[in-house]
Nanobody, 126 residues
Framework: QVRLVESGGGLVQAGGSLRLSCAAS????????MGWFRQAPGKAREQVAG????????YSADSVKDRFTISRDNAKNTVFLHMNSLRPEDTALYFC???????????????????WGQGTQVTVSS
């Protein structure tokens, strides 16, 4: 059974930082591309970052570019989202997702991902 468990969310002031973690189990983690998504109330889910199976290729959405960084540790079956200079508009439920890496690249869009975590809440106060 595949499980993705996010952690590290919380309440932070604008300008602050958080590191989200997503621990994966039940899958051959190094064979999967990973992504981070977020969904704010009343808004569509959006992908904020993606990483290929090895960690050699990454993607950050324009809305978080230069502030958020995705990384992974295949030895620990964990993917991270490092979030700096947080803004109130970053407030959302953050999800990690996994997809088998048939191609060596980053996967874009929630339709590309097979497995999802339950999410961790990030709230940024002004």
């Amino acid at each position: 059974q595949v499980r993705l468990v996010e952690s590290g969310g919380g309440l932070v002031q604008a300008g602050g930082s958080l590191r989200l973690s997503c621990a994966a189990s039940g899958l051959a983690f190094s064979r999967y591309a990973m992504g981070w998504f977020r969904q704010a109330p009343g808004k569509a889910r959006e992908q904020v970052a993606g990483i290929n199976w090895s960690g050699g290729s990454t993607y950050s959405a324009d809305s978080v570019k230069d502030r958020f960084t995705i990384s992974r540790d295949n030895a620990k079956n964990t993917v991270f989202l490092h979030m700096n200079s947080l803004r109130p508009e970053d407030t959302a439920l953050y999800f990690c997702a996994a997809t088998i890496a048939i191609a060596n690249g980053v996967y874009y869009g929630e339709g590309q991902y097979t497995y999802w975590g339950q999410g961790t809440q990030v709230t940024v106060s002004s």
